[in-house]
């Protein structure tokens, strides 16, 4: 059983930087490209970032773009996501995911940014 266990998060001020991390529990995570989702108070959950399984590539939506960078280290069955910048609009529960809308999900992680 995959189990996607999240870290990282929690209350930062506007402008500032955060970096969350997601481990995977499955023997097979270099196998896989990973994605980190978020869901604000009171709209659908957001794709904002994606990265292949070795690294090379990684894709942002355009919210996110040059303000937050996906990484890897498959070694350590670990993603990450660093958050430069935050804005308020940034507040949401992030989410690690693997495999897609149908696939593993890590449990969330709150990040609130204050003005």
């Known amino acids: 059983q995959v189990q996607l266990v999240q870290s990282g998060g929690g209350l930062v001020q506007a402008g500032d930087s955060l970096t969350l991390s997601c481990e995977d529990s499955?023997?097979?995570?270099?196998?896989?490209?990973m994605s980190w989702f978020r869901r604000a108070p009171g709209k659908e959950r957001e794709w904002i970032a994606g990265?292949?399984?070795?690294?090379?590539?990684?894709f942002y939506a355009r919210s996110v773009k040059g303000r937050f960078t996906i990484s890897r280290d498959n070694a350590k069955n670990t993603i990450y996501l660093q958050m430069n910048s935050l804005k308020p609009e940034d507040t949401a529960v992030y989410y690690c995911n693997r495999g897609g809308p149908a696939g593993y999900w890590g449990q969330g992680t709150q990040v609130t940014v204050s003005s």
């Open positions: 499955g023997r097979t995570f270099s196998n896989y490209a």
């Open positions: 990265i292949d399984w070795s690294g090379g590539s990684t």
